[in-house]
């Protein structure tokens, strides 16, 4: 463009061909441009890039590519302003990457230096790799809801009623007298899966190894050619690997019921409340309902929060320790959703935050549908509570309409504004009308083209099956 061989109306029809080739290629997940951020040589140039690539987002309404921007306190403000109009259009993209909370996360969680870390890119659904440098699949996952039921029944799963604590000695719930004796016990199952994910992310790379050499990745990777190695039989440079968790969120709500509704006040024994979910709720809908009511995680309600968080850390540290410990590069959980949490809520029980056996659970680090009650704003607090550098990759998943994206604009970038300098890492937005969603449901021939954000990937609504949708309609909508 500088030397006039190219005008911007050209330059926007090549960049909206390289759009149109990567969504007829459609990976949904794998299709991805990233733009802006730390760690680029020519800044210049690739804010001119960025804002092509943002003119183009707006005019288009695809699926892929999964368009990232990454930013930080120096982003020129224009680009910001122009990634809000798109997100606000409608076109769920770019999804927002805080790199003033993620560059020094990375450099901690990953044990790399600062221009190592600049390189990190989202891919999947949201968990990061180093451009390049890094292998970092998720071979591993944990339904800590379930690893919660198991610490529950004596180490069985109410689901199955099979025996999954392996040497675990869960006591009966009689002998867990304090809320301190119940948290140890379910730590005891955590730990115990987390030494059982170790040794599967360690295992799953030698016999991918073994059986398949990845030689075209290997290319493309450095220091494989250089050390004549394969990717993952010593060529890559650095070797991780990254364990999604789901229903954590579940899990912590029920755990400060349990706190409250057992060891503070003393209303309820231990037995009579897992008896309860053991029942799936039928003749205790009163109490059912008394579990709901209880204060949940997403309405910055400090002692939820709190416990939240507490379990969180102890996750993500124990996962991370162990891949050090084991000679990974990194070993970090990713707080995703990518559909998983409603096929594994169909497989796991009635939970003692009120929710039904079968149900879908959480979204990422997000609340349970139906559970945030008090504002936007309250969520966002809520979401900064954990702390980045503990986990490699969070999605943070927001509805709005779009009468509030316009009518209320300014006041929506100070929400956004405030929750990244407050520490949030990760955003992304879906723009719909009320019952726009629900009449999709019943109507799919009518909105085709209707694009929403699933978890780390963007995805067309009436392709979804009917429990993803249902999960998404639980989102809350704000307006």
């Not at 949201?126 to 029944?153: D, F």
């Not at 799953?204 to 494989?224: A, P, R, T, W």
């Not at 579990?291 to 400090?302: A, M, P």
């Not at 929400?415 to 990760?426: D, H, I, S, V």
Request: proline letters at 3%; aromatic letters at 10%.
């Amino acid at each position: 463009m500088d030397s006039g061989q190219l005008n911007e109306e050209q330059a926007l029809r090549y960049i909206a061909s390289l759009w149109k080739m990567i969504e007829n290629r459609r990976t949904t997940v794998n299709g991805r441009i990233i733009v802006g951020g730390r760690g680029r040589q020519d800044v210049e140039a690739c804010d001119l890039f960025c804002r092509l690539c943002l003119k183009v987002c707006k005019k288009t309404r695809y699926v892929e590519p999964q368009f990232t921007l990454r930013f930080d306190h120096t982003t020129p403000d224009d680009i910001l302003d122009m990634a809000y109009e798109c997100i606000a259009s409608g076109a769920t993209y770019p999804t927002l990457y805080n790199d003033d909370v993620n560059v020094p996360a990375v450099q901690y969680a990953m044990r790399v230096p600062e221009n190592v870390a600049e390189q990190y890119v989202p891919f999947g659904c949201g968990e990061y790799v180093i451009q390049g440098k890094s292998v970092g699949t998720p071979n591993t996952l944990l339904n800590m809801l379930k690893l919660l039921q198991i610490a529950l029944n004596e180490g069985i799963d109410p689901m199955d009623g099979i025996y999954k604590a392996g040497p675990v000695a869960c006591k009966p719930l009689s002998q867990l007298k304090t809320f301190e004796d119940l948290m140890k016990q379910y730590e005891a199952v955590q730990d115990y899966y987390f030494d059982l994910s170790i040794d599967a992310q360690k295992y799953s790379y030698k016999i991918m190894n073994q059986e398949v050499s990845f030689l075209f990745s290997s290319i493309l990777m450095d220091d494989c050619i250089a050390r004549e190695k394969a990717l993952l039989d010593g060529g890559v440079e650095i070797l991780g690997g990254t364990n999604e968790t789901y229903g954590n969120i579940n899990a912590s709500d029920a755990l400060y019921t349990i706190k409250k509704l057992v060891y503070d006040k003393k209303k309820y024994t231990l037995e009579e409340l897992n008896q309860a979910a053991l029942a799936n709720f039928k003749g205790y809908e009163a109490l059912q309902k008394e579990l709901l009511n209880q204060d949940k995680y997403g309405n910055d309600k400090k002692e939820c929060d709190e416990l939240a968080n507490r379990c969180y850390e102890y996750v993500a540290k124990g996962i991370r320790q162990r891949g050090i410990d084991a000679g990974l590069g990194y070993y970090l959980i990713v707080i995703s959703n990518n559909q998983t949490n409603t096929d594994w809520g169909h497989q796991t029980d009635a939970s003692l935050d009120g929710r039904n056996r079968g149900v879908y659970m959480n979204p990422a680090n997000n609340p349970q549908g139906g559970a945030a009650k008090s504002g936007p704003t309250a969520v966002l607090n809520s979401l900064v509570h954990f702390d980045a550098k503990y986990h490699g990759g969070s999605v943070q998943n927001m509805k709005f309409t779009p009468r509030m994206m316009h009518e209320d604009k300014e006041k929506v970038k100070a929400l956004f504004r405030t929750y990244f300098e407050n520490g949030g890492c990760q955003l992304m937005v879906t723009v719909v009308d009320h019952g726009q969603l629900e009449d999709a449901q019943k109507h799919p021939e009518k909105y085709p083209d209707l694009i929403v954000r699933v978890a780390g990937y963007s995805a067309v609504f009436v392709n979804l099956s009917k429990d993803i949708q249902d999960e998404l309609l639980s989102r809350t909508l704000y307006d």
